[in-house]
């Protein structure tokens, strides 16, 4: 692992995205097939195939455990390593003891034989928690030779490379190092579920053998905030499609014959929690994979996010249940239909391809929509946006006519438009007990945000907005996945205990302001929790620039010119 850990880590050091993906075709090629399938995948922060929904199962504290039977260290020595790299990966690896006469002479940890090993750790089964972490320490922790294999072992592990490489580059590297068209790689990524089995078909030019693969979910395409009540400078010049924000849950369904998957922004699959769509899903002709958002909806009303709250993550539903909060699901967009993936097809022609498609029942439907002309003024603008809040929808999503689907990226393409910008999607990194009758509840939550090395940044306290059943629920969470018990250090962190960097959370606030008490530079003034996003993975969270940019358009209304940057 030596060889990817240096490509990593060069891939890390340099901003050009262009200098990252001729580091990465570089070690690609040099690798023989084995080699080449495992580490594209680790490069593309999975180490199994999409299609395999293979999962380790590794908390933190087993990783931590294995570490600590590998290299023996202490506590303290962890906590000062965590504080400075966020990270657990970066964390641990300094930690490595140097390997022992025996194991220099023991075999060496390539990507192919470390992802065999993985293999073994997944199929232990879920409460083989000892075996899981006696061949995470012996057969890959100890054979590391090296700081920098360890971390990156450690960071495959995690699934957290944080190193600025999106899926959409390490396929622009296997396009460059085997010299093939990166659109031919991710219809073959798309179509075969697994990007290493289409590095070594890219190498051997049998890319054309890979057939659609239903039942891999492919990355959701995101979209870009617009400031209400702006210039709406983004829309000028473009034809575009128009359609309600919903607020649900975005998932992607997959129906082949019998079988029907929905996946969720994580891409697990989420099917058994939703029963009705399932039966209504299974009537519809041939094979297909809709784009949409799951939402609570009844007698043709929308109800509000708090309902479909009851039916996440649930998976014994009673008939009570389903009649209280029936569901539905919106597709908004058409990914493939029978052996066609349609993702560098226009939006406009998806959309009428997928309205000619028959759905009978009510929990499967086509979400509205309509062309947008950027020409009728910010008014008509804002009159659309209006209809669809009485609708119960959050807003409104502005969608380019010709948009291709780009899978993972967040762009111009598509953007959202909602009333205030003074939400985000932020991840507790530290938590507290409460006071008064919640002494006995860790209620009070240290967020951060995505800062630009990737590092996580804290920017604010909240201790409000969630029930207290949600707060009973994390809590038991966190006393699990906390990272240490002695208080952080830091600017921001007052008396938090850090806890693993997973739990999202949606926080709205009123106003941002410049603020040296956290490590963002940033402060937010009256945030409160909108929902827990188990919906979101923390790799998506909001970044340090997206705050930077709500701050200037802050600003920016209240006729203050943002200050340069220093
Ligand atoms: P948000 O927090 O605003 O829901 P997000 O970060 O989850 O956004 P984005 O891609 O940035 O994801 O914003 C679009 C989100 O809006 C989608 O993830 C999806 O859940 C939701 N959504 C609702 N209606 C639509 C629609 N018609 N088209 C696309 N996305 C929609």
């Known amino acids: 692992m030596i060889r990817f850990g240096q490509t990593a880590d060069a891939i890390a050091a340099t901003p050009s995205k262009l200098a990252k993906i001729e580091l990465l075709a570089q070690y690609l090629r040099a690798l023989d097939d084995a080699d080449l399938a495992a580490a594209t995948r680790f490069f593309t922060g999975n180490p199994f195939a999409a299609r395999d929904q293979g999962a380790l199962s590794l908390g933190g504290s087993t990783i931590v455990a294995a570490a600590r039977a590998a290299w023996n260290f202490s506590d303290a020595d962890l906590a000062t390593h965590y504080r400075r790299h966020g990270d657990l990966g970066a964390a641990l690896a300094p930690l490595i003891k140097p390997a022992t006469r025996l194991e220099l002479f023991s075999e060496t940890l390539g990507p192919a034989s470390m992802k065999a090993i993985l293999d073994q750790i997944a199929a232990a089964s879920g409460k083989a928690a000892t075996r899981k972490r006696q061949l995470l320490c012996e057969r890959i922790l100890r054979a590391c030779r090296s700081e920098l294999e360890a971390k990156y072992a450690i960071k495959i592990i995690t699934g957290e490379l944080r190193i600025g490489l999106k899926e959409g580059l390490v396929i622009d590297a296997i396009a460059k190092a085997f010299e093939r068209d990166a659109a031919e ?7 075969s579920g697994d990007i290493g089995a289409v590095a070594v078909a890219a190498r051997a030019g049998t890319l054309q053998e890979l057939a659609v693969s239903y039942g891999s979910p492919i990355g959701f395409m995101l979209a870009s905030p617009i400031l209400y009540g702006s210039s709406y400078r983004e829309l000028q010049g473009a034809k575009w499609i128009a359609e309600d924000k919903f607020d649900g849950i975005r998932a992607q369904l997959h129906k082949d014959g019998d079988i029907v998957r929905i996946f969720s922004r994580t891409l697990n699959d989420v099917a058994h929690s939703y029963p009705e769509i399932v039966t209504d899903a299974r009537a519809i002709p041939g094979s297909v994979i809709f784009d949409g958002e799951i939402i609570a909806e009844k007698e043709g009303r929308v109800l509000p996010f708090r309902y479909l709250q009851a039916r996440l993550q649930r998976k014994d539903i009673s008939a009570q249940l389903l009649e209280e909060v029936p569901v539905t699901f919106a597709c908004f967009d058409l990914l493939a239909h029978g052996q066609r993936f349609l993702l560098d097809e226009p939006l406009e022609s998806r959309r009428k391809e997928l309205s000619r498609i028959s759905i009978t029942g009510d929990h499967v439907r086509f979400a509205s929509w309509s062309y947008w002309d950027s020409d009728a003024g910010a008014d008509a603008l804002h009159e659309r946006f209006e209809d669809a809040r009485r609708r119960g929808h959050e807003g409104l999503m502005l969608k380019r006519a010709e ?4 899978p993972g990226r967040r762009g111009k393409w598509w953007l959202k438009l909602k009333r205030e910008l003074s939400t985000l999607d932020v991840v507790v990194v530290g938590v507290e007990w409460g006071h008064g009758k919640r002494a006995k509840v860790l209620s009070d939550y240290t967020f ?7 590092r996580l940044l804290t920017i604010g306290r909240a201790y409000s ?5 949600e707060i009973a629920r994390l809590t038991e969470w966190f006393l699990e996945h906390t990272l240490r018990d002695a208080p952080a250090a830091g600017r921001g962190w007052r008396h938090a205990i850090p806890v693993e960097p997973r739990v999202v959370i949606e926080v ?7 603020s040296a008490l956290h490590e963002s530079g940033f402060a937010l003034r009256f945030p409160r929790i909108v929902r827990i996003r188990d919906d979101k993975p923390p790799e998506d969270i909001d970044t340090i620039d997206q705050v930077r940019s709500i701050y200037a358009a802050m600003l920016a209304r209240e006729g203050i010119a943002s200050p340069s940057p220093a």
């Open 185 to 191: 790689i991710r219809r073959a990524v798309m179509a």
């Open 403 to 406: 948009s291709p689907y780009l």
């Open 448 to 454: 951060a945000v995505r800062g630009d090395d990737n």
């Open 465 to 469: 907005g969630l029930t207290d059943a």
């Open 508 to 514: 709205a606030f009123d106003i941002i302001q410049e």
